[in-house]
């Protein structure tokens, strides 16, 4: 692990703000930096570092408002966690990769690296705001700091973090925060007459009949649920880290208060306005209104 002492950063705002996709302040590095197979997601190949067509010169997608339709859903699914505008205005002090061709190798190799840290902090922020986990909040708070300095860290330091162990370290305390807020879900259902069936990490549930199903408290990390049939769903305070759902039809669903949606599941999925979200989330614009 590089050493972070000593180095010259202000840590970053802890609001979530900072943890979405602000795509005018990024050279396109998603466009750039990351590579895709032909396929019902993409429309083409494409290698990384390898510019995509439909990125122009001042790094905007020409055909952004039709992505789904020109057979790029990938992109439309995709979300960087505000990876892109940190590499391009922080890490790499807002010098693009094409005025700047000598840093395009760093500044493409170090955006995954950064991707995955703020996804982390997506997870860390959201557990610390939770009543439930008060217990926690001092280690939930001591993660977020010392995530946060690793994002500041320079190119080279960067590319030296073993992030497969930050993540397992970061999990102890999700795992953590998941047993904290479903507590009570799973309490409720114990004592119910009608017993909810229970599910585990990574569990198939491909194409599954759930329609109106109670899984609330569930614990569907990493669950398949693609193509699954959850409309009207009871999913408050399931835990739905990792959890697949390409083409689940979640209209009028309820997912208030489950823990560790983000945004690209949903952008993955069918809905309607009537499904119910946790306020930092947004309705798709793909969806049926």
């Known amino acids: 692990m590089p050493e972070l002492s000593n180095l010259p950063h202000s840590l970053c705002d802890k609001s979530r703000d900072t943890l979405r996709a602000d ?3 990024c050279f396109g590095l998603c466009c750039v930096a990351l ?5 019902a997601d993409f429309a083409v190949d494409k290698d990384s570092g390898t510019p995509c067509s439909n990125l122009q010169e001042d790094f905007r997608c020409r055909i952004h408002t039709n992505l789904r339709q020109k057979g790029f859903r990938g992109c439309a699914v995709y979300e960087c966690f505000g990876a892109g505008q940190k590499i391009s205005q ?3 002090d807002g010098k693009d990769w094409r005025d700047n061709p000598e840093t395009a190798k760093d500044m493409f190799e170090v955006f995954p690296i950064m991707q ?3 996804e982390i902090l997506w997870y860390l922020t959201e557990a610390l705001s939770r009543k439930e986990t008060v ?6 708070q001591k993660s977020i700091e010392k995530t946060e300095e690793l994002t500041f860290l320079p190119p080279d330091s960067l590319m030296e973090l073993d992030i497969p162990v930050l993540r397992a370290e970061v999990n102890t305390l999700l795992l953590r925060t998941s047993e904290l807020v479903r507590a009570e879900a799973i309490q409720k259902n114990r004592k119910s007459t009608r017993r909810q069936k229970p599910y ?3 569990t198939d549930l491909i194409g599954a009949n759930l329609r109106k199903k109670d899984l609330s408290g569930a614990n569907l990390r990493g669950a398949l649920l693609i193509a699954a049939d959850l409309r009207e769903a009871d999913l408050r305070y399931s835990d739905v880290i990792g959890a697949d759902f390409r083409d689940a039809n979640l209209s009028g669903a309820d997912l208030t208060g489950s823990i560790f949606l983000t945004q690209d599941q949903l952008n993955s999925a069918k809905g309607n306005p009537r499904t119910k979200l946790p306020q930092d989330l947004k309705h798709p614009s ?3 209104y």
């Open 23 to 25: 795509c005018a302040n």
């Open 35 to 39: 590579p895709f197979a032909a396929s």
């Open 90 to 92: 922080i890490t790499f």
């Open 116 to 118: 995955q840290l703020h």
């Open 135 to 140: 217990s926690i909040h001092s280690d939930l």
């Open 200 to 202: 585990g990490r990574g």
């Open 286 to 288: 793909h969806w049926l």
